[in-house]
């Protein structure tokens, strides 16, 4: 058992000399008995787990450390989330801190100072914070995490619609007749492709009932693509069923490059081509709002009005996770039950007559 020594200063403070596993000696500070005690259990804590006690890491320091080591086998886009989260986000607030000081309070100022932003941003940020210090951890560097129990701060949701309406679905298809755009449109409305695994869809991987899902066209450096080509995740490689509506698309949209959806030379597409192609071919002929994953969800939603399960939605829509798919399934569960109310006050009338 390590010796312990108590001792009051001259202003005041208590301190006491604690003599650690390893034989080295290290003095503790409290401004009363109870804060010293404290303190003491907290290093005695530390010197128990196996921690270098007094060991002056920066967060700055470790973030380097963390990313080169555990995140730049990742996907592009993916490395580049935990290098935003963290440079502007995490950086200005414990960037300069000790590993070691950081407790949940900070973190919490972390998020207090991005609370006004959206829930997918403090998600991102707080995920970041919570890999960030785990591996601080489990490299003895920390003793707990201290991003245990925080929570992003949930925001109203906004009631715009995130799908469209069967007429709103007919009247795009019926207007959009660039043949790129409508290829595209048809692939994310009738197949639920995310707009990268769309761009990515070479004609080869189009067989005479079904399609493959292999690559996806991602722009994490700015307007060129990202050479890998690849997925968001596991799931996302998967063989999807044509339906007849999209197989008519398919069939009058002319075969000028490998890619469905190629750029104007027929190369792969890049992030400037791709605006140019849905600004100029898509939201101009329309008159409601309309975005690529606004088609993905209402591939969704078509899922749940023909009475696809759950697990089949899921391996369909290419989630990672069945809580995904079950978010927008209990969505659309919600917006049904309150158009019930007409049926209820029919009912009521009838009994009351």
């Not at 391996?315 to 919600?334: D, N, P, R, V, W």
Request: aromatic share 6%; glycine share 6%.
């Amino acid at each position: 058992m390590p010796k312990q020594k108590l001792k009051r200063r001259s202003d005041g403070r208590y301190q006491r000399k604690v003599t650690l596993s390893d034989g080295r000696q290290k003095i503790v500070y409290g401004r009363t008995e109870a804060e010293l005690k404290a303190a003491v259990s907290f290093l005695l804590a530390e010197d128990d787990a196996g921690l270098q006690v007094g060991d002056h890491t920066l967060v700055g320091e470790w973030a380097k450390i963390w990313l080169n080591s555990y995140k730049l086998s990742l996907r592009a886009a993916t490395v580049r989330m935990y290098r935003g989260s963290y440079n502007n986000h995490i950086m200005p607030v414990l960037g300069c801190m000790e590993l070691r000081d950081v407790r949940p309070v900070h973190i919490r100022k972390v998020m207090s100072s991005i609370a006004d932003k959206s829930e997918s941003t403090q998600s991102k940020v707080l995920l970041t914070m919570r890999q960030l210090f785990e591996t601080a951890r489990q490299n003895a560097l920390l003793l707990r995490n201290p991003c245990d129990g925080i929570k992003i701060t949930r925001h109203a949701k906004s009631t715009a619609k995130k799908y469209l309406t069967p007429e709103q679905a007919e009247t795009l298809m019926r207007t959009v007749t660039e043949p790129r755009a409508r290829a595209f449109c048809a692939l994310c409305l009738y197949a639920g492709l995310r707009k990268e695994e769309a761009l990515g869809l070479h004609w080869d991987d189009i067989g005479p009932a079904s399609m493959a899902i292999s690559r996806g066209v991602t722009f994490p450096d700015g307007n060129q693509p990202d050479p890998s080509m690849e997925l968001k995740n596991r799931a996302s490689r998967r063989v999807l069923p044509i339906p007849k509506k999209l197989r008519e698309v398919l069939l009058n949209t002319p075969h000028t490059s490998e890619y469905v959806i190629p750029s104007a030379d027929g190369s792969v597409i890049t992030s400037t081509g791709y605006q140019r192609m849905w600004q100029r071919y898509v939201t101009s002929m329309v008159d409601f709002p309309v975005h690529a994953h606004m088609l993905r969800h209402t591939y969704a939603t078509t899922l749940y009005r023909a009475g696809v399960d759950l697990r089949t939605a899921q391996q369909l829509l290419g989630h990672a996770t069945i809580q995904m798919t079950a978010e927008i399934y209990t969505h659309l569960e919600a917006e049904d039950s309150l158009k019930a109310v007409h049926r209820i006050d029919e009912y009521l009338e009838k009994g009351t007559g």
